[in-house]
């Protein structure tokens, strides 16, 4: 997992020209970061998501293991024909909201906007990242939970991401809920993710 401070944080997203929330005296404004290993291997939880707001000039910060690729099981069975997803490192403002996961449970749900991913077809379940593959559109690259007790081995559910980013432990998929439900209180349900990579902060 990848742990930056939040001064090496706040510094590479002003280098690329991302928005940061920023109301000290308003609480609740979130920014919501992942962070991709420079290494992009499916099915480990080797990635990082960052949830930070500021409020009375201190920067209140929580990371997370993630990942943001889709598992080996989807990778092989492609759910759509072209190929399976792989969200785009970006900045896509506005465009999550506090919704039903596949209609199950409340997540952070891609409802509000557009993102764009890379299409893998191959099939041979491994990642490819290939500009010419890249789509964009309203896929349902929700950010969810995955296994409930924080480790990853045969007793889980293989299928777990079609392209979404999932969270390694649900303990903390909940924290991170709770405070997205302060968010929508105090800023209504809309939110920024931000998808960075490891090399940005090389």
Known sequence: ????????????????????????????????????????????????????????????????????DPSIFYLKKPLNPKGTAILLEGQYKSTYKIDKHNGRYYALCQRLADVSVYRDNDKNGTLALQPD??????????????PRNGNWGTDNNPAYSAGCQVFADSRHFNE?????????????????YTLLNEVDFL
Request: aromatic fraction near 14%.
């Open 176 to 192: 991170f809920m709770n405070k997205c439900k302060n968010g929508e209180k105090a800023f209504g349900n809309k939110f920024t």
């Open 133 to 146: 593959t890249i789509q964009t559109g309203r896929f349902g690259i929700n950010i969810h939970r995955g």
């Open 1 to 68: 997992m990848i742990t930056p401070p939040i001064e090496k944080i706040l510094s590479v997203m002003d280098q690329k020209g991302y928005r940061v929330y920023n109301t000290p005296a308003i609480d609740w404004n979130l920014n919501i970061v992942g962070i991709r290993n420079k290494n992009i291997v499916p099915d480990k939880f080797d990635d990082t998501l960052v949830i930070f707001h500021n409020f009375l000039n201190h920067w209140h910060i929580s990371y997370y293991p993630i990942t943001t």
